[in-house]
């Protein structure tokens, strides 16, 4: 197995099961048949001792993207951490590099839509178009590259790297959105960093954080 690709068991309990989704891993699966998160869930569950495991997906990384994925073990662990995503009460914060330099702090706010399974900005008057928001701090920057940690306040798809692209600072790596050059194994340089959700039995606020490379 590509080691790239090994996906890594953050935390385990009755309730979640919490991984580090590896750049190039299918959250769920599609039609290539390629490995993915949710089935390899279930097989880490099974060998456990577990029969017949129940494995809820309540919310996404796209395959280019690493990164914290929070998995729920029971349907009224689905049902309460699905409410929180929906409600945007969780915490989501990301590490990216992107192309060219910015310095300071700030804030991104846009419309996207998904016409034809396509994500993109749009004026703000479609109909289609959902508001997009997240803040960013410039961590660091070498060159013409930029460290960015960032606050998603929304979870629309492909987000992070449609409002990056669109100023002009594609997520290195990120060819469908302009990056210069491509990065190993369809890999860009998004990373989800830490999760923060409320348990759904315990009502702990709990954060968990994967670390960055294999």
Do not use: C
């Not at 929070?70 to 929906?86: E, G, I, M, N, Y």
Request: aromatic share 6%; glycine share 10%.
């Amino acid at each position: 197995m590509n080691p790239y690709l090994v996906m890594e068991i953050l935390h385990a309990d009755e309730q979640l099961l919490v991984v580090r989704k590896p750049a190039g891993r299918l959250a769920q699966p599609d039609h290539t048949g390629d490995p993915d998160v949710l089935t390899l869930g279930k097989n880490w569950l099974q060998k456990q001792g577990e029969e017949n495991p129940f494995l809820g997906l309540v919310h996404r990384l796209d395959r280019p993207t690493s990164g914290v994925m929070v998995l729920a073990r029971t349907s009224a662990a689905a049902s309460s951490l699905s409410k929180q995503f929906r409600e945007r009460t969780v915490g989501k914060t990301y590490l990216a590099v992107v192309e060219g330099r910015l310095r300071g702090i700030g804030g991104w706010f846009d419309y996207v839509a998904k016409p034809g399974r396509q994500p993109k900005l749009v004026a703000p008057e479609n109909p289609d178009g959902s508001p997009a928001e997240l803040d960013w701090q410039a961590l660091h920057s070498t060159g013409e590259r930029t460290l960015l940690r960032l606050q998603l306040h929304t979870g629309r798809p492909h987000q992070i790297r449609l409002q990056a692209a669109d100023r002009g600072h594609p997520v290195v790596g990120d060819t469908r959105y302009g990056a210069a050059a491509p990065l190993p194994g369809g890999a860009i340089a998004l990373h989800h960093a830490h999760l923060r959700v409320e348990h759904p039995v315990t009502a702990r606020v709990e954060t968990f954080v994967a670390p960055i490379g294999v």
